[in-house]
């Protein structure tokens, strides 16, 4: 009985592991913004990113709420289900930073596109230009936790200052998988805005 058991959950973990690989390898087909690596000292980077455009919505509220309560209306624009128009190809990845009026989550805009060729927005989705910027961030895997986001932004915090950067806007919140990937196969970062050299 004991062997049996063993190999049952043995096989399940086998076929978690597998499909989490397989969730983690479908993921790497969705595009990313490109980006020039400037400096990179462990789990930290220093990047150069082009000019892009964004899907935004504003939510109040805690953290993660937000970001679900932001992804339909997001949803809604790229799949075209609240709008006239084409779809629009899904990007990794999601983004929120917290400001004045609350959460601003974010699905960045395939590389090309310009707010003169992108379908109209309903609802209270928005696109906004986002200028040439400089970016330190730091990577991490693991489940989404307020404590886990915290303690690599205030990791990212230390590492800036201590490089002589002066950080020149919010820290930002970056998710790369759908909740599906297991948490161990995530990869997640937290950035912010420096000054050029």
């Known amino acids: 009985m004991g062997k049996v058991l063993f190999a049952a959950v043995a096989g399940v973990a086998v076929v978690a592991v597998v499909g989490g690989a397989r969730v983690w390898a479908a993921s790497q087909?969705?595009?990313?913004?490109?980006?020039?690596?400037e400096a990179a000292q462990g789990k930290f980077e220093l990047r150069q990113y082009p000019a892009m455009v964004a899907a935004q919505v504003a939510r109040q509220g805690k953290r993660g709420a937000a970001v679900r309560q932001a992804f339909g209306p997001l949803a809604g624009y790229i799949f075209a289900k609240d709008r006239a128009g084409e779809k629009i190809a899904m990007t990794a990845p999601?983004?929120?930073e917290q400001r004045a009026q609350g959460w601003i989550v974010s699905f960045i805009m395939p590389q090309g596109r310009t707010l003169a060729d992108l379908p109209v927005p309903s609802g209270d989705v928005t696109l906004v230009d986002i200028p040439?910027?400089?970016?330190?961030?730091?990577?991490?895997s693991g489940r989404w936790t307020d404590a886990r986001f915290d303690e690599h932004a205030r990791a990212l915090?230390?590492?800036?200052?201590a490089q002589g950067l002066?950080?020149?806007?919010e820290v930002e919140f970056a998710y790369y998988n759908d909740p599906f990937t297991p948490a161990f196969l995530r990869r997640n970062e937290v950035m912010?805005?420096?000054a050029p050299r």
């Open 29 to 37: 087909d969705v595009e990313e913004p490109n980006f020039t690596l």
């Open 94 to 96: 999601v983004t929120k």
């Open 132 to 140: 040439p910027r400089r970016m330190a961030a730091i990577k991490f």
């Open 157 to 161: 915090t230390d590492w800036v200052q």
């Open 166 to 169: 002066t950080m020149v806007g």
């Open 192 to 194: 912010v805005e420096v």
